[in-house]
Structures are given as structure tokens and as C-alpha cells.
């Protein structure tokens, strides 16, 4: 199922943000930091394993469910 890692990578992001643009922003470095570039991912991505592991590791480390 294409598009996985987005909709991960904004579920992780809208989750922590609430709404505060701010938060939005630092939680994007944050995963550019840990690696995974959320403008790389689009709609048509395939979904790689390695990747959604990672994104679970860090959702676990931010206090996000997924």
C-alpha cells in the first residue's frame, strides 16, 4: 500500500502539533534529524519496512501513537 510513510510521517506530526505551527516545525527537524526527510515522501512512495520501523521508534520516542 503506497503512501504509508506519508500518512505516518503526518499522523506523527498532527498528532504532536495539536495545531501549533511551531511544534509542526520542530517535529519535521526532528525527523529530518533522525534521517527521515518528510518532503521525500509522497502519495506514490512505496512503503519501505525499514523506514516505517524507524518512524514507529520515533513516534514511541516523542510520545506519539500511531
Same mark, same amino acid.
Given at each position: %500500500? $503506497?503512501?504509508? @510513510? /506519508? *500518512? %505516518?510521517?503526518?499522523? @506523527?506530526?498532527? &498528532? *504532536?502539533? &495539536?495545531?501549533? $505551527?511551531?511544534?509542526?516545525? %520542530?517535529?519535521?527537524? /526532528?525527523? @529530518? +534529524? &533522525?534521517? @527521515?526527510?518528510?518532503? *521525500?515522501?509522497?502519495?506514490?512512495?512505496? !512503503? !519501505?519496512?525499514?523506514? +516505517? $520501523? *524507524? +518512524? &514507529? $521508534? =520515533?513516534? =514511541?520516542? +516523542?510520545?506519539?501513537?500511531?
Amino acid at each position: %500500500m $503506497a503512501g504509508q @510513510i /506519508k *500518512r %505516518m510521517i503526518g499522523t @506523527i506530526i498532527e &498528532k *504532536r502539533a &495539536k495545531g501549533n $505551527a511551531t511544534i509542526s516545525l %520542530m517535529t519535521e527537524t /526532528k525527523l @529530518i +534529524l &533522525k534521517g @527521515i526527510d518528510p518532503n *521525500r515522501y509522497g502519495d506514490t512512495s512505496p !512503503d !519501505d519496512p525499514q523506514v +516505517l $520501523a *524507524r +518512524l &514507529k $521508534a =520515533v513516534a =514511541v520516542e +516523542l510520545g506519539v501513537t500511531v
